[in-house]
């Protein structure tokens, strides 16, 4: 039995950890992938107090390395179900339990769900620039999206791919100032707007898209930058949440059901930054800390 156990290890879940240890908990972190979560796509990271700037790779090495300097690690293994009125959780190696549970599974990557998406995954089409982009060097490329994940991708590749072509499905990009005047200034970059991509074509590997325009544009690789949705479908059911999957909970982090928390980008709220997230593994584990101590 556990004093707490933590479903994430991104931002989020790693910063509860880190809280969680501080307080003297007897804690556990499953994940089902990589410590780090969303930030390891990350190129760069510009926008977290006190560092101005660190790769996503990096920011997440460095915030396992301080859980483990307080004795924390993660276990990798996905969760199956969670049981929120017995406080247990499930992966393919067993069942645990705790006496309270902080949920931080964070949010996965939305797909175009166009003809040849599927079937050229993982040759040419990718979902992240950071892990993939450098195959590309050379060659011609498109980024399907028209916000801050499409701007950063697009700039992390500029470096060594011939071209760059963004795909703005409306008449405007909506990132930030900052990445706008920065993608300006690269050369090899150009945006296309108010066109979405129809289908992906190629045979052994991406060779064109489609556009809506009827516009067919040859291509080596299409990467996919249109945004997150939530991850919550383990859940099922077991908790409050909103019509596209989010965890109710206000700024406690408490949510429907009594000792489960939610923290991170997977909770109800407006602002989602690695800082938010961070702050929210905070509260749920000094929540969590304080629900132990009472029982």
């Known amino acids: 039995m556990y004093d707490v156990i933590i479903v994430g290890a991104g931002p989020a879940g790693l910063s509860a950890g ?11 972190i499953l994940d089902k992938s990589v410590w780090g979560g969303q930030t390891v796509l990350s190129a760069e990271i510009e926008n977290y107090p006190a560092v101005p700037s660190v790769t996503g790779p990096d920011f997440a090495q460095r915030m396992y390395e301080q859980l483990v300097e307080l004795g924390g690690s993660v276990r990798l293994e996905e969760v199956t179900d969670i049981d ?9 190696n067993g069942v645990y339990r705790a006496k309270t ?36 060097t050379g060659k011609d490329v498109v980024v399907a999206g028209g916000g801050n994940t499409a701007l950063e991708d697009a700039l992390f590749m500029s470096s060594y791919c011939r071209g760059i072509t963004i795909l703005c499905r409306s008449d405007r990009m909506k990132g930030e100032e900052a990445l706008k005047e920065s993608v300006s200034k690269r050369e090899n970059i150009r945006i ?25 544009l040859k ?4 990467f996919i930058a249109i945004g997150y949705e939530a991850d919550s479908a383990f859940l099922k059911g077991q908790l409050q949440v909103t019509g596209d999957g989010y965890v109710v909970a206000g700024e406690d982090c408490h949510t429907s059901a009594e ?34 101590l009472k029982m």
């Open 18 to 28: 880190i809280y969680a240890i501080r307080a003297g908990m007897d804690t556990l």
């Open 84 to 92: 929120t009125e017995k406080r247990s959780v499930t992966t393919a």
């Open 101 to 136: 549970v902080i949920i931080a599974a964070g949010l996965r990557r939305r797909t175009l769900g166009c003809k040849g998406e599927t079937e050229l995954t993982g040759r040419g089409v990718s979902y992240c620039a950071v892990c993939d982009g450098r195959f590309f």
């Open 192 to 216: 296309l707007y108010n066109v979405r991509i129809e289908e992906i074509q190629g045979r052994e590997a991406v060779e064109a898209v489609l556009l809506s325009d009827g516009t067919v």
């Open 219 to 222: 291509t080596s690789a299409v």
């Open 259 to 292: 000792g489960v928390f939610i923290a991170g980008d997977l909770r109800t709220k407006k602002v989602r930054q690695i800082v938010t997230a961070a702050a929210d593994g905070a509260v749920a584990a000094l929540g969590a800390a304080d629900l132990v």
